[in-house]
């Protein structure tokens, strides 16, 4: 069973967010502080009930809890069902346990507890996934291993829903939602924003304001491939931006066309 949001909103009045995830997807929650990401989450997991809309979510759901500090990263690890040594080592080791996994939790550094927090999760074979800002209380450098073992465990029928204030994750999901106070202001897949968005103005240097002009009348030069190469169709008075494209931009020195990064875009919708 997949993930559905049908008109789900977290006011009564404003915009409300829309979206399916079958078994496979990931989503992630992106927003400043105080946007809704957590209460969006608890929605999501059943925890509460949204102001407007409908859910439908996968009978097991998955939230991680404080572990018991007591015992070892490995005896959380511990479950029945085929593979568990093999899944159990891929858990730790993707975590950065590997290496404390006999080890008592309360002696080991913050970063590493956060991710005991997560071992029964990833071990408990939950249709849905939800993880509150989960990944940020993590080793940096354990980050994107933690990323990778939810998309395998969504590769294996989960969905995967995550709030994070790192956006150099974002990237790494199929969906983002993107919220701004408590309201949606873009839900879709990661690469339609960074399509529509991503695109920034060219920086051109030049000596001469015919160089400038040189580059930028050329975009209205059609060019069709033909049998023997390419064939230049100026419009109406393009005719120089023709020859300038055969021959060269003369002394334009360099053009450079600035793409904005995902968390760029992601700060300018929040």
Same mark, same amino acid.
């Given at each position: 069973?997949?993930?559905?949001?049908?008109?789900?909103?977290?006011? /009564?009045?404003?915009?409300?967010?829309?979206?399916?995830?079958?078994?496979?997807?990931?989503?992630?929650?992106?927003? #400043?502080?105080?946007?809704?990401?957590?209460?969006?989450l608890r929605v999501i997991a059943g925890a509460?009930?949204?102001?407007?809309?409908?859910?439908?979510?996968?009978?097991?759901?998955?939230?991680?809890?404080?572990c018991n500090r007591r015992v070892r990263p490995?005896?959380?690890?511990? #479950?029945?069902?085929?593979?568990?040594?093999?899944?159990?080592?891929?858990?730790?080791?993707?975590?950065?346990?590997?290496?404390?996994?006999?080890?008592?939790?309360?002696?080991?550094?913050?970063?590493?507890?956060?991710?005991?927090?997560?071992?029964?999760?990833?071990?408990?074979?939950?249709?849905?996934?939800?993880?509150?800002?989960?990944?940020? #209380?993590?080793?940096?450098?354990?980050?994107?291993?933690?990323?990778?073992?939810?998309?395998?465990?969504?590769a294996h029928g989960a969905i995967g829903v995550?709030?994070?204030?790192?956006?150099?994750?974002?990237?790494?999901?199929?969906?983002?939602?993107?919220?701004?106070?408590?309201?949606?202001?873009?839900?879709?897949?990661?690469?339609?924003?960074?399509?529509?968005?991503?695109? #920034?103005?060219?920086?051109?240097?030049?000596?001469?304001?015919?160089?400038?002009?040189?580059?930028?009348?050329?975009?209205?030069?059609?060019?069709?491939?033909?049998?023997?190469?390419?064939?230049?169709?100026?419009?109406?008075?393009?005719?120089?931006?023709? /020859?300038?494209?055969?021959?060269?931009?003369?002394?334009?020195?360099?053009?450079?066309?600035?793409?904005?990064?995902?968390?760029?875009?992601?700060?300018?919708?929040?």
């Amino acid at each position: 069973m997949g993930l559905v949001l049908q008109e789900v909103a977290l006011a /009564r009045t404003g915009a409300a967010l829309s979206l399916l995830l079958g078994p496979g997807h990931t989503l992630c929650v992106v927003g #400043r502080a105080g946007a809704g990401k957590s209460r969006l989450l608890r929605v999501i997991a059943g925890a509460e009930e949204p102001d407007r809309g409908v859910i439908e979510r996968p009978d097991h759901v998955a939230v991680p809890e404080p572990c018991n500090r007591r015992v070892r990263p490995q005896d959380l690890s511990h #479950r029945r069902g085929a593979n568990k040594a093999l899944l159990a080592t891929e858990v730790l080791s993707h975590l950065g346990l590997w290496d404390v996994r006999q080890r008592i939790i309360s002696e080991l550094a913050p970063p590493q507890i956060a991710a005991c927090d997560l071992v029964e999760t990833f071990m408990s074979g939950a249709g849905l996934i939800v993880l509150d800002e989960h990944f940020d #209380r993590i080793d940096p450098w354990v980050r994107m291993e933690a990323v990778a073992l939810l998309t395998d465990r969504c590769a294996h029928g989960a969905i995967g829903v995550v709030a994070t204030n790192q956006l150099e994750i974002a990237s790494q999901f199929d969906f983002l939602a993107v919220l701004k106070g408590g309201q949606p202001v873009y839900v879709g897949s990661v690469a339609d924003l960074v399509k529509s968005r991503g695109q #920034r103005s060219l920086v051109i240097e030049s000596e001469r304001s015919m160089g400038v002009r040189a580059l930028v009348d050329p975009l209205l030069v059609g060019v069709a491939k033909t049998e023997s190469g390419y064939k230049l169709t100026p419009g109406p008075g393009q005719e120089q931006a023709a /020859r300038l494209l055969r021959d060269g931009y003369g002394d334009v020195h360099f053009v450079v066309s600035d793409e904005k990064s995902l968390p760029e875009i992601i700060l300018s919708l929040a």
